[in-house]
C-alpha cells in the first residue's frame, strides 16, 4: 500500500523512500513486532478462555512436559495476522512472487488451525487427518508452483540451481511441481515437526527468514547478481519485505513463547511458515540452499523418518525418542540446553547457506 506512494514522489519527494526495499523490509519488521507485542496479550486471553486445557501433552513425552497442561495452542494466529498486515502495509501488492508466497502461507494456516482445532475440542493427538492434510498441501503447493513457472522467465522459471555451481542449471520441466510441492510441502512439515520446546522453532524460522530475505533481494537485484554470479530472479527482492515481517512477527511472538511460553505456536503457526519459507526458496531458485540453510529442520524430520521405518522393519527404535530433540532430553539435556544449542546449529548452518552465494 504504502509502496503506490512513491509514485506521488513528483509531487511529494520524501514519499520516494518507498520505493526502497530495505526501508520497506524494516518497516514491515517493526510494524509486525509491534502489532503481536501490542495484541498477543489479548490474543492468549481470548485463546486461553476458549480452549480450556490447551494443547494436549504428550503422555509418553519427557515428564517436565506434564507441567505444560493449559497453555493455549494457536499462537500462529497472532503471527500470521501481524505478517499479512505489515505484508498488506509495506510489500508491492502488484509484484505476483508476494501473492503466491501469500497464498501459500495462508493457505497452510488454515490447514495447521484446523489442526489445531480438532486436537484441542477433542483433547486429542489425533487432528486432521495425515493423508488429507498432505492432499491440501500437496494441491496449495502445486498451484504455487505453477504460478511461479507462470510469471517467471520461462524456461529458467522450471529449472533448478545448484549452489557453488554459477553456470549449472537443470530444466526440470513440468517435473518442477511435483519438486516443488516436495520443497513447500516437506519444509512446512519439518518445521512442524520441529515445534515441541518452547522457543525451539520460531528462532530457527527466523534465522532462515533473514538468510532468506538476503538471498531474496540479491537474486532480485540484477547489478548485485551479477556481482556474485547468482542467477537473476525478476521481482524476487519484494519477498524481502515478506521475510521482514516475518521476522519482526516473530521477534514479537518469542516475547511470549519463550520459557516457560505463555502460548505454543501450534500448527497454526509452523505448518504456516515453514510452507512460506519453502515457497520463498522454490520462487528465489534456492531449493538446494534451503535443505542447508533449514537443515535443523531436516534433522528433525529424518529422525522421525528413520525412527519409524526402523521400528516398522526391525521392531528397534534408533532414537530414544523421536523428533530428535526430545531424545536429547531423556538424554538428560535440559530444555533451553536443547533450545539454544539447536539455535547456534542454525546460525552455523544459515552462515555455510549464505556463503554459496559468493563462492561459485
Given at each position: 500500500?504504502?509502496?503506490?506512494?512513491?509514485?506521488?514522489?513528483?509531487?511529494?519527494?520524501?514519499?520516494?523512500?518507498?520505493?526502497?526495499?530495505?526501508?520497506?523490509?524494516?518497516?514491515?519488521?517493526?510494524?509486525?513486532?509491534?502489532?503481536?507485542?501490542?495484541l498477543g496479550p489479548l490474543i492468549i486471553k481470548w485463546l486461553r478462555q476458549r480452549q480450556g486445557k490447551g494443547q494436549p501433552i504428550r503422555e509418553d513425552g519427557p515428564v517436565t512436559h506434564l507441567a505444560k497442561q493449559g497453555t493455549p495452542t494457536m499462537g500462529g494466529l497472532m503471527i500470521l495476522l501481524a505478517l499479512l498486515v505489515s505484508?498488506?502495509?509495506?510489500?508491492n501488492l502488484s509484484n505476483p512472487y508476494v501473492w503466491i508466497v501469500l497464498l501459500v502461507t495462508i493457505s497452510f494456516g488454515a490447514i495447521g488451525f484446523y489442526d489445531d482445532y480438532l486436537k484441542v475440542t477433542k483433547a486429542s493427538h489425533k487432528g486432521f487427518s495425515g493423508k488429507a492434510?498432505?492432499?491440501l498441501e500437496a494441491i496449495i503447493a502445486g498451484t504455487a508452483a505453477y504460478a511461479v513457472m507462470v510469471f517467471g522467465e520461462s524456461p529458467f522459471s522450471s529449472s533448478l540451481t545448484f549452489p557453488f555451481f554459477k553456470d549449472l542449471v537443470w530444466n526440470l520441466g513440468w517435473f518442477f511441481i511435483p519438486f516443488s510441492i516436495c520443497v513447500i510441502a516437506g519444509a512446512g512439515n519439518a518445521v512442524n515437526l520441529t515445534d515441541g520446546l518452547d522457543g525451539l522453532a520460531i528462532v530457527?524460522?527466523?534465522i532462515a527468514a533473514g538468510s532468506f530475505g538476503i538471498i531474496a533481494y540479491l537474486s532480485g537485484n540484477v547489478v548485485f547478481a551479477d556481482y556474485l554470479q547468482i542467477h537473476f530472479v525478476d521481482g524476487s527482492g519484494e519477498l524481502a519485505v515478506l521475510c521482514g515481517a516475518l521476522i519482526g512477527a516473530g521477534l514479537g511472538f518469542l516475547w511470549f513463547n519463550a520459557p516457560p511460553a505463555a502460548i505454543f505456536m501450534g500448527d497454526t503457526g509452523s505448518l504456516a511458515l515453514g510452507g512460506m519459507i519453502g515457497a520463498i526458496a522454490v520462487a528465489t531458485k534456492h531449493e538446494i540452499?534451503?535443505?542447508?540453510?533449514?537443515?535443523l529442520f531436516v534433522l528433525e524430520a529424518l529422525s522421525v523418518i528413520i525412527q519409524v521405518t526402523s521400528f516398522k522393519l526391525t521392531g528397534k527404535r534408533v532414537?530414544?525418542?523421536?523428533?530428535?530433540?526430545?531424545?536429547?532430553?531423556?538424554?538428560g539435556w535440559t530444555e533451553p540446553q536443547v533450545v539454544i544449542r539447536f539455535w547456534i546449529i542454525s546460525v552455523v548452518l544459515a552462515l555455510i547457506g549464505l556463503s554459496t552465494l559468493k563462492l561459485r
Amino acid at each position: 500500500m504504502l509502496y503506490f506512494l512513491s509514485q506521488t514522489s513528483d509531487v511529494l519527494p520524501i514519499f520516494n523512500v518507498f520505493r526502497y526495499i530495505t526501508v520497506r523490509t524494516g518497516g514491515a519488521m517493526v510494524t509486525a513486532m509491534v502489532m503481536v507485542l501490542l495484541l498477543g496479550p489479548l490474543i492468549i486471553k481470548w485463546l486461553r478462555q476458549r480452549q480450556g486445557k490447551g494443547q494436549p501433552i504428550r503422555e509418553d513425552g519427557p515428564v517436565t512436559h506434564l507441567a505444560k497442561q493449559g497453555t493455549p495452542t494457536m499462537g500462529g494466529l497472532m503471527i500470521l495476522l501481524a505478517l499479512l498486515v505489515s505484508t498488506m502495509l509495506w510489500a508491492n501488492l502488484s509484484n505476483p512472487y508476494v501473492w503466491i508466497v501469500l497464498l501459500v502461507t495462508i493457505s497452510f494456516g488454515a490447514i495447521g488451525f484446523y489442526d489445531d482445532y480438532l486436537k484441542v475440542t477433542k483433547a486429542s493427538h489425533k487432528g486432521f487427518s495425515g493423508k488429507a492434510r498432505l492432499v491440501l498441501e500437496a494441491i496449495i503447493a502445486g498451484t504455487a508452483a505453477y504460478a511461479v513457472m507462470v510469471f517467471g522467465e520461462s524456461p529458467f522459471s522450471s529449472s533448478l540451481t545448484f549452489p557453488f555451481f554459477k553456470d549449472l542449471v537443470w530444466n526440470l520441466g513440468w517435473f518442477f511441481i511435483p519438486f516443488s510441492i516436495c520443497v513447500i510441502a516437506g519444509a512446512g512439515n519439518a518445521v512442524n515437526l520441529t515445534d515441541g520446546l518452547d522457543g525451539l522453532a520460531i528462532v530457527p524460522v527466523m534465522i532462515a527468514a533473514g538468510s532468506f530475505g538476503i538471498i531474496a533481494y540479491l537474486s532480485g537485484n540484477v547489478v548485485f547478481a551479477d556481482y556474485l554470479q547468482i542467477h537473476f530472479v525478476d521481482g524476487s527482492g519484494e519477498l524481502a519485505v515478506l521475510c521482514g515481517a516475518l521476522i519482526g512477527a516473530g521477534l514479537g511472538f518469542l516475547w511470549f513463547n519463550a520459557p516457560p511460553a505463555a502460548i505454543f505456536m501450534g500448527d497454526t503457526g509452523s505448518l504456516a511458515l515453514g510452507g512460506m519459507i519453502g515457497a520463498i526458496a522454490v520462487a528465489t531458485k534456492h531449493e538446494i540452499v534451503l535443505a542447508i540453510i533449514g537443515g535443523l529442520f531436516v534433522l528433525e524430520a529424518l529422525s522421525v523418518i528413520i525412527q519409524v521405518t526402523s521400528f516398522k522393519l526391525t521392531g528397534k527404535r534408533v532414537f530414544r525418542m523421536a523428533p530428535i530433540h526430545h531424545h536429547f532430553e531423556q538424554l538428560g539435556w535440559t530444555e533451553p540446553q536443547v533450545v539454544i544449542r539447536f539455535w547456534i546449529i542454525s546460525v552455523v548452518l544459515a552462515l555455510i547457506g549464505l556463503s554459496t552465494l559468493k563462492l561459485r
